[in-house]
């Protein structure tokens, strides 16, 4: 994120509050955006991390999705909640938030790598998804709140949306080759005993930032 | 026909041919997995005369229906094999949690046998259906850390791993498997492994666990997290008062640690305070257990990362650290356990310690240099005996005398004296290098008694470096301070330290006496549970307690759930009268397998398991020692928990000083409970009957063995 586009957002963050806006930094770390107190509390966070890259958020149509990373402590409840609430079997592999993967070895981090440095990964509910374009049969489409899925019918598990996807977040299934995306159903975030996972309700946003114009 | 619980698959391994076969694991369901499926493979196909380090040695990792089922506290794993340290070499499991159970199901199997010799060094790779040998000479002569951290690298980032260290390769008794980060199975498993050049095993599971009712299941699992569990060991009031809670610990001081003001001091991005974490707010549980408090007070926040634990518990109670300290000894600065390898570090100075950055830091920074250490090597502690053995040797003159003057002066004092951690790893690496006199405390407590002539005196003696709950060679895990008689019954029963948590969670779970008492009473009648420090003469309802959490034990390291969380026998719950629910088990059960089951049928299969170990501990028994009396042989008590606290006589308030006559009585009114005979302890073939056993009874027969 340019230096610029921080300064603009600092202020947005204060200001007006729409999903519209915050999608534009959807996904990414807002370390450098300076938050208002009240703000912080919603999100159960402090500026100590949003300035140390712990925090990031994700616009969904039911709310903003707040990832702390310093919050995970690998209990993998969100890849349980996911697979029985979608799959209903429990498995780590087909989850569509994914924490098993991350958590001994992942680049510089991990529990065997000599610091405690893991967290979820997340599905970006990308506004253009790289999945839903590379998909050669048009199984992924959006649904009428906007979130992308996965049409079971036209899906032929060939793995190209997993291929596609930057952080490889669909899954296909071997048991059933289908594939499996993240369709915001929140099991994770409900969850999550640390609230390492969370969404604020976006009239909640948007009335933290009201509280802060008045 | 889709199966439920269970995957259906038993992997063998055979590591003298490299083979690997699936064979039906099914016909194990009425042992429920786990230990119960290990004890049958054991008894099956080893004989009990067999050294446990001989080729034809076994051993099985066994999960259950309930691992990695979602199920809160279901990642854990049981491993059954032969002791090659306790007193009559006989059946004993090891257990570890972290991730690596859950794996194995996912992978496609309830357990795994392994057998015979590999020719050099190698580690086991299961990747779904795919099981190969794969060679670790370069892993061998690596700490667990490392080769843990290759094989996931080789393997890797969807793997799970586990190694031996240094003391399993060096066929050192007390040696461990570890697994995740400071999760180990002990009781010998690192040497069994070792002798069959076996370093390790990785696993990638890209399947599931099937179950019957998705829906239950979770509906189930929130229950538990919002209406019964508590802290770490299911204590369930918290420490210190909370606006939201009726009660706080009594003492001020138990496992439910956090409060607002505690905090993870050293969480990336800075200080996480714990705060309130109300009963019935699933978001917040993690919070609750902040074990490094509970261990060493306020100063370990400045220390504390996050905390950690196993796959699939809301309750995190390993604490992970940045000890800073530790860099300007060369020492690794994260380190992460729970329990007894975090807590006796300071005891190996018999100088004295002093603090490094904080005030009163010194028992965290050593405890994280030993601890580290010997999850590193590997090293197993025997719950605690290595750290009341090295003390005696380090600070008696009776210890030090079984020294050679040239080894005790090898030892580098003078870190002893300046309080270096390095003194602490250094002692650690001799005994899993078996280097020195000093390292036959590796080998147990039985093998040390013997080599250095001790005599029944040192399990007799009145002293807090002795421990030791039978003549066997293992201490109490828990005891006769969990309301006396019940306490210490089910600590005699086992061939290692017994490792049952259902009573010492509710004694020490800092709710008033008089609520516990009233949910104990509530479920098995008057008089069943004593005051800690204030116990009255054995009764009927005691011996039923004592059965209940013997067998209720065996269910979870079965199916596999966390015995230091389960059964949920209280509840953090004012609404609720902070009684928790014994028939959660078999509901979690009957919603993960689709077979209905009810809490009798979930104590019946689980007693099975009891009745199993008692009749192989016989039959051991007589095989080496041609004993033919468990009574005497086996679970006798030795005297200083008869002759402790001289001022006080039994059963008065403020000692758990056991009586001689009335633990006699205890033992009678248990054996009548578990189908055994009064007077040498050993199942009668109607006891063994019963549970499907006549092949035990008919192997005690033939030794003479069998009740008449």
Redesign the interface.
Known sequence: MSDETKKGLSGFLDSQMTRRQFLKISGKSIAGLTVSATMLSLFGCTQQQVDSSQIVTWAMPQGLLVVNAAKCTGCKRCEINCSLFNDQECSSYISRVKISRKLHIHGKDGLLMGNFNYSPDTCRQCEVPACGEACQKQAIFADEQGIKRVDPEKCIGCGDCVEACPWHMPTVNPATNKSGKCIACGACVQGCPTGALAVIPWDSVTAAAQEIVA | MTVNGWTGNLLRVNLTDSTATVEDSLKYQDYIGGMGMGYRIIYDEVPLTTHPYDPASKFVMGTGPLT???V?CSGRMNISFLSSWSKGYSIIDAHMGG?IG??MK?AGYDGMIVEGVAKSPVYIKIQ?AEVTIEDASHLWGKGT?EA??MI??ECG??F??ASIGQAGENLVNYSTLNT??GNSAGAGIGAIMGSKNLKGIAVC???????AD??K??ELS?YM?RDLVGGNNNHNVPALPQSWAEYSAVSGKNRWSGAPGRV?GK????P?DTGEQPCGD??????RCLKGVFDYGDVATNYI????????????CYT?Y?MDPLAEYDL?T?V?NTCMPMLYGQNFYPSGVKDFKYEGDAKVILNGASSHAQDDLGLWCNYGNLYREVQWVLSTEEGKSHIPEDEWNSLPWKWEKSCDPRWVVEIMRRIAYKEGELSVIGEGTIALAKKWGLGREYFDMVSKMNQNVTYNGYPKHHGAEDSGQVGLLFNLMYNRDCMVHHITNVTNSGAPHAVTKATMEGFFGSGCYDKMKSYTPMNRNKAKVAKWAFNGKQFHDSATLCNWMYPMTQSPSKARNYVGDLDLDAQYMTAVTGKNYTREDVEFDSERISQMLRAMTALSFNIHYESTNLRQDHDAIPAWMFDKDPDFKPFEEGTDKMDREDMELALDYFYEEMGWDIKTGIPTRKTLTKFGLTDMADALDARGILPA
Do not use: L
């Not at chain 2, 599971?205 to 179950?211: D, L």
């Not at chain 2, 699933?282 to 919070?287: R, T």
């Not at chain 2, 990362?305 to 995190?316: A, D, E, I, L």
């Open positions: 990695g089922s979602g809160p991730h859950p794996a996912y779904d850390f843990n951290r996931t690298e980032n969807g799970e791993s995740s980060f599971g890209t399947g599931s666990v099937k179950v998705a829906g299941v979770k929130d997290m993870w969480a990336e991005g800075g996480i699933i978001n917040k549980i993690a919070y990362v996050k905390q950690g634990g196993c796959s699939s518990c809301p309750v995190r992970q940045d690794p994260h992460s």
